[in-house]
């Protein structure tokens, strides 16, 4: 929770306004108060805050449910500022945080976790898997969507001079995902890799998919998306509706079927063809949230040695390796930004987010 925050001269608290979503897709620019850092916080002024898949699941939650319990997350009830993309500069810091670690301006990111800080998962990075409870920026706590937000000094993650802000937020759960799904299948120059859905997180998996030397096949519904893909770096691109898509993998690879698949889509058919178009011996990820899928197990999966993982996002150690190796390979990621807000835009942003889904929508300042 925010501090009460900075008074202006007069003595009133100074404000801010941040987004909130409602459920039954409608959100809100509410009034918060100004963040003031605790100790071992800062707040960092934000740059750029990037929209993600995961805040469709709060924006067209029943207005009746909890949002967090639509992505299947406990955390504080009342209104939370959404946007778990946050990227900006070091504003104030809080008591015993050193300046070292935050100083005043510093270009950063935030791991949008906040764990327990002492377990092995927190310690590691991995804060997302504490198993004493976790605060979800944006979801659970309030996130990016606002000029101001607050964050524990060691969930931040420095952002390389070379990537823009926008590219910060992009990195901070889209691609950061794609990239830690493709560590996940040990993607390379060896690999015909096939990415199932062509939003945010399957356009960055491409993209990082290609500089890691693998040949990508995108697969998505949507030809505006698969012409994105083809630009990204996709050498073959395949309309799951209007073939098959298995046979059409199969064709790629010499009948043999692709040595790794990644499912972006959160589509039960995607998962099931994701599964079923890798080679034997192949490599199978989900990173897609929530749905189901149902296989055959004998001919589909353990007959074929099929190795299938399961991806939840990344540790802020990874997502500093990904801005690195997204800087050493030059990967053009700002390519992947195709509309950029206003926060008073909210509402139009996600509407647009909600029905028209190609590229990637970030708010700026
Ligand atoms: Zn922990
Ligand atoms: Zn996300």
């Given amino acids: 929770m925010p501090g009460r925050g900075r008074r202006a001269p007069g003595g009133a608290y100074i404000t801010m306004k941040g987004v909130v979503f409602l459920g039954d897709r409608e959100l809100e620019l509410r009034e918060f108060p100004d963040p003031a850092p605790g100790p071992g916080d800062v707040v960092l002024a934000i740059k750029a805050s990037g929209m993600c898949g995961s805040d469709l699941h709060p924006y067209r939650a029943s207005r009746s ?77 309030h996130g990016g969507h606002a000029p101001f937000m607050l964050a ?25 995902t794609a990239y830690q799904a493709l560590c996940r299948l040990d993607v390379s120059g060896r690999d015909t890799l096939a990415v199932f ?44 509706r209007a073939v098959d898509p298995v046979a059409a993998l199969r064709e790629l ?29 192949g490599r199978a990820c989900f990173v897609g949230e929530g749905g189901s899928a149902t296989f055959e197990v004998s001919p589909d999966f353990l007959r074929r040695q099929v190795t299938l993982f399961g991806s939840w996002t990344f ?39 909600d029905t028209q889904t190609t590229g990637k929508g970030v708010f700026v300042p």
């Fill in 152 to 176: 524990p000094a060691r969930t931040l993650v420095p952002l390389p001079d070379e990537l823009s802000f926008e590219e910060g937020a992009a990195i901070s759960c889209g691609t950061g």
């Fill in 315 to 353: 540790s802020s150690v990874i997502q500093e390796e990904c801005a690195r190796f997204i800087v050493k390979r030059q990967v053009p990621l700002g390519k992947l930004v195709t509309h950029r807000f206003r926060l008073e835009q909210a509402a139009e942003a996600y509407t647009l987010f």
């Fill in 65 to 141: 449910g909890n949002v967090a319990a639509a992505l299947g997350l406990g955390g504080q009830r009342g209104p939370v500022i959404g946007g778990h993309e946050p990227c900006g500069v070091v504003a104030a810091r809080g008591a015993g945080v050193p300046e070292a670690a935050a100083p005043i301006g510093a270009r950063v990111m935030n791991h949008h976790y906040k764990g327990c800080g002492a377990c092995k998962h927190c310690r590691l990075g991995w804060s997302q898997l504490c198993p004493h409870g976790i605060v979800v920026y944006g979801m659970t706590g």
């Fill in 253 to 281: 690879t010499g009948g043999e079927g692709v040595d790794a698949a990644l499912d972006c889509s959160a589509s039960a058919e995607a998962r099931v063809a994701a599964v079923r178009s890798v080679r034997t011996w």
């Fill in 197 to 240: 859905g062509q939003g945010p997180v399957g356009l960055s998996a491409t993209l990082l998919g290609a500089a890691m030397g693998a040949r990508v096949v995108a697969l998505d519904t949507v030809a505006e998306r698969r012409r994105l893909a083809t630009e990204l770096g996709a050498e073959a691109v395949v309309d799951p």
